[in-house]
């Protein structure tokens, strides 16, 4: 299979939209397959502004990749899950961690 890069259309430039900012992965990695709440996710993702991961989890909510749930109490809750479509970015990004764990970068 051949892959033009240079495509606006080309699949590895597609997904590395999605998956290619500097917190997506992990943020994604942290909900791996539970529900997670702001907070907790917050506090897993050393490093993000609150900023950045409210940004990151609407473009990837808008992209199918996680799911929100927002309950209507005081104070706010609201939960995040993968969708089908971002489980299937896990085996992707544990191949990573073997990678890194493999070659100690």
Same mark, same amino acid.
């Given at each position: 299979?051949?892959?033009?890069?240079?495509?606006?259309?080309?699949?590895?430039?597609?997904?590395?939209?999605?998956?290619?900012?500097?917190?997506?992965?992990?943020?994604?990695?942290?909900?791996?397959?539970? #529900?997670?709440?702001?907070? *907790? !996710?917050?506090?897993?993702?050393?490093? =993000?502004?609150?900023?950045? @991961?409210?940004? +990151?989890?609407?473009?990837?909510?808008?992209?199918?990749?996680?799911?929100?749930?927002?309950?209507?109490?005081?104070?706010?809750?609201?939960?995040?899950?993968? #969708?089908?479509?971002?489980? *299937? !970015?896990?085996?992707?990004?544990?191949? =990573?961690?073997?990678?890194? @764990?493999?070659? +100690?970068?």
């Amino acid at each position: 299979m051949e892959i033009n890069i240079s495509d606006e259309n080309c699949p590895l430039r597609k997904t590395l939209e999605i998956i290619g900012g500097k917190w997506t992965m992990l943020i994604i990695f942290q909900i791996n397959e539970r #529900t997670i709440r702001y907070g *907790e !996710l917050k506090r897993c993702v050393v490093g =993000i502004s609150e900023k950045m @991961l409210i940004g +990151q989890l609407k473009f990837l909510c808008e992209k199918g990749i996680v799911s929100k749930k927002s309950f209507p109490e005081i104070p706010p809750k609201v939960e995040y899950t993968l #969708t089908d479509l971002g489980k *299937e !970015l896990l085996p992707v990004i544990n191949q =990573i961690i073997q990678f890194g @764990l493999q070659h +100690q970068f």
